[in-house]
C-alpha cells in the first residue's frame, strides 16, 4: 500500500518512535504496513526509494509515561508557566520541529491573558458578535416531566449556548484564537472539525478578522453534516475532505499545519493535544461557567447542586465545569456517546472503557486494542465521535472529581424528541446525551435540587438524522 509519511508520525505515535526525518515534504514508500497516524510503521526498502529514515520497526506498546519523554526545556518551562500537566495527563510530546512553535503560543497565551488590550478586545467580540451572555434557562415543562408522584423534583436549567452566534459553544473558543492568530502575524488558520460546529466557528471568526481559512473534514462526517458544509464554504472556507471521521481530518489538519508553521495557525477546538493547546481552549470556553455562577446567584441565590454535560473530547464540560472545580459540594457530571452500547464495540466511550495512553501529542484516556492501536468509534452525534479525551477530563476521571456516564444513540434521540415537544428548543444531538441523562439522575435527586445542563449546540444541523433515525426504525 502507497502511502506518504512525514515527520509528524511522532505527533501521532500511541508506541515508541524515533523521529521520521521526511519533513517538510512528503515523499512516498515504496511500501508501509500503518494507517500513519497511529503508527504501526514498516518501511519497505524498495528500489524506487533509498531515503534513510529513522522510524524503526518495532513491536507494538501500550505507551506509558516511563517510555515517553519530554525535552528538558520544556519541563524547566512548565514549571515557571501554566505547566499543562493534569497528574501524569497532558504535556508536549511532539517532534522538536513543534517545541519552539508551541513555546512560542505558551508564551503569547500567558502575555495575552493578563493584555487588558486584548481582554477588552475579546469581550466586546463575546458580547457584540457572538452574543455573550447566554441565558440560563428555567425549563418548566421539562422540569414537571420530572416530576415524582408527589408533585417533587429537581429544577432543570440550561445554558443555551445553542443561542451563541452560529449555534454553539465553538465560537467562543475561534473568536479568541483566530484574535490571537491574527496578532502574531499568522495569515492561515487551519482547524480540523467533526459534526462542523467548530469549523463554522472558525471559518466565521476568520471572515470577521480577514484570514485564509483551511478546515479539515471526515468524509463520513461531510455526508452527515451537507448543511454546515455548505455554510463554511459561504463564509470563506476551504473544506478539505479526509478520508475518515473526525481523527482522520484532526491528524491532516496537523499535517497541513506542520508544512507551514511560519504563516499558518492550528486553530484546535478542543481541549486536546500539546500544551498549551488543552489549556487554551478550556480557558476560552471558561465563560460558559463563569457566567452560570453568576446567572445562578441571580436566580436563586446560591450555586447549582449539579452540572450536566455532554463529553466528546471535553469542551464544553470543562467550559461549565473548571469554574466550580474547587467547589465540591457541586456535582460535575459529563455524560458520553455509548452509540448502541457499551458491548456492542460501536461507541465513544472513552472514559467507559478506554486505557491511558498517549495520541496527537499529549497523555489522556484512548480506545485502543490491546496492542495499543486507535479503535474506531461511533455516535449519532458527530461531535463525540473522537477516540480519546482531553488531559483535563482525564484527571477528572482520576482524581474523582467528576462522574462519567454513558447515554445510547435511542436515548439521544429520545431527549432530543423531548426538548423540542416541551420546551420548543432544538438540541444537538451531542447535547441530547447530557439531556438523556436526566431519565436516570432526576429520580435520584431531593426536591429542588438545582441541575444545570449545558445545551451545547442547536440541533437544526441534526433534524434529517434524527427523522432517518425514526424512518429507519419504522422499516424494522
Not at 86 to 104: D, H, M, R
Not at 194 to 222: F, N, P, R, S, W
Not at 318 to 347: A, K, N, T
Not at 392 to 398: A, D, H, I, W, Y
Amino acid at each position: 500500500m502507497g502511502m506518504s509519511c512525514n515527520y509528524i508520525q511522532t505527533f501521532f505515535s500511541n508506541h515508541r518512535l524515533k523521529a521520521c526525518t521526511l519533513l517538510p515534504t512528503k515523499k512516498k514508500f515504496g511500501t508501509v504496513s500503518v494507517v500513519c497516524e497511529l503508527v504501526t510503521h514498516n518501511k519497505a526498502a524498495t528500489s524506487s526509494n533509498t531515503d534513510s529514515s529513522t522510524c524503526i520497526m518495532r513491536k507494538p506498546l501500550i505507551t506509558t509515561k516511563s517510555n515517553l519523554v519530554e525535552t528538558e526545556t520544556d519541563h524547566k518551562l512548565n514549571k515557571v508557566v501554566n505547566p499543562g500537566k493534569f497528574g501524569k495527563f497532558g504535556g508536549k510530546f511532539v517532534p522538536e520541529t513543534l517545541v519552539a512553535c508551541l513555546n512560542q503560543l505558551e508564551v503569547e497565551f500567558n502575555f495575552l491573558l493578563q493584555d487588558s488590550e486584548f481582554q477588552e478586545e475579546l469581550s466586546t467580540a463575546l458580547r457584540d458578535y457572538v452574543g455573550r451572555e447566554t441565558p440560563l434557562y428555567f425549563a418548566k415543562r421539562l422540569t414537571d416531566y420530572y416530576k415524582n408522584d408527589n408533585g417533587e423534583g429537581p429544577e432543570i436549567y440550561l445554558k443555551r449556548e445553542d443561542l451563541n452566534h452560529v449555534g454553539a459553544h465553538k465560537i467562543n473558543n475561534a473568536i479568541a484564537q483566530a484574535m490571537i492568530a491574527k496578532r502574531m502575524g499568522r495569515k492561515i488558520v487551519v482547524a480540523a472539525t467533526g459534526a462542523g460546529q467548530h469549523g463554522v466557528a472558525t471559518a466565521a471568526a476568520c471572515a470577521k478578522l480577514d484570514l485564509e481559512c483551511t478546515i479539515y473534514m471526515g468524509t463520513t462526517d461531510m455526508e452527515k453534516q451537507s448543511s454546515n458544509v455548505l455554510l463554511m464554504k459561504l463564509l470563506g472556507a476551504k473544506v478539505k475532505p479526509v478520508e475518515g471521521s473526525f481523527k482522520d481530518a484532526s491528524s491532516e489538519a496537523i499535517r497541513g499545519w506542520v508544512g507551514n508553521l511560519e504563516s499558518s495557525y492550528y486553530l484546535l477546538g478542543t481541549v486536546v493535544g500539546p500544551h498549551p493547546c488543552p489549556s487554551m481552549v478550556r480557558e476560552f470556553q471558561s465563560v460558559i461557567g463563569k457566567e452560570t455562577r453568576r446567572q445562578a446567584m441571580e436566580k436563586w441565590g446560591g450555586k447549582p447542586d449539579v452540572l450536566v454535560a455532554c463529553v466528546g473530547s471535553g469542551s464544553n464540560a470543562l467550559g461549565l465545569f473548571h469554574e466550580f472545580m474547587e467547589d465540591e459540594e457541586v456535582r460535575l457530571i459529563g455524560v458520553e456517546g455509548g452509540g448502541f452500547g457499551l458491548d456492542s464495540g460501536r461507541h465513544s466511550a472513552t472514559l467507559a472503557r478506554g486505557e491511558v495512553g498517549v495520541y496527537h501529542g499529549a497523555m489522556s484516556y484512548l480506545l485502543q486494542d490491546e496492542e495499543g492501536q486507535i479503535l474506531g468509534t461511533h455516535s449519532i452525534g458527530v461531535g463525540l465521535e473522537y477516540p480519546g479525551v482531553g488531559p483535563e477530563v482525564s484527571f477528572l476521571k482520576e482524581t474523582r472529581r467528576a462522574e462519567f456516564y454513558t447515554a445510547t444513540d435511542q436515548e439521544a434521540i429520545d431527549a432530543y424528541h423531548r426538548l423540542c415537544r416541551l420546551e420548543g428548543i432544538f438540541p444537538a444531538l451531542e447535547a441530547s446525551h447530557a439531556l438523556a441523562f436526566l431519565d436516570k439522575l432526576c429520580p435520584t435527586l431531593p426536591n429542588g435540587t438545582k441541575v444545570v445542563v449545558n445545551c451545547s449546540g442547536r440541533g437544526d444541523k441534526d433534524a434529517a438524522t434524527v427523522f432517518q433515525h425514526n424512518q429507519h426504525l419504522m422499516q424494522q
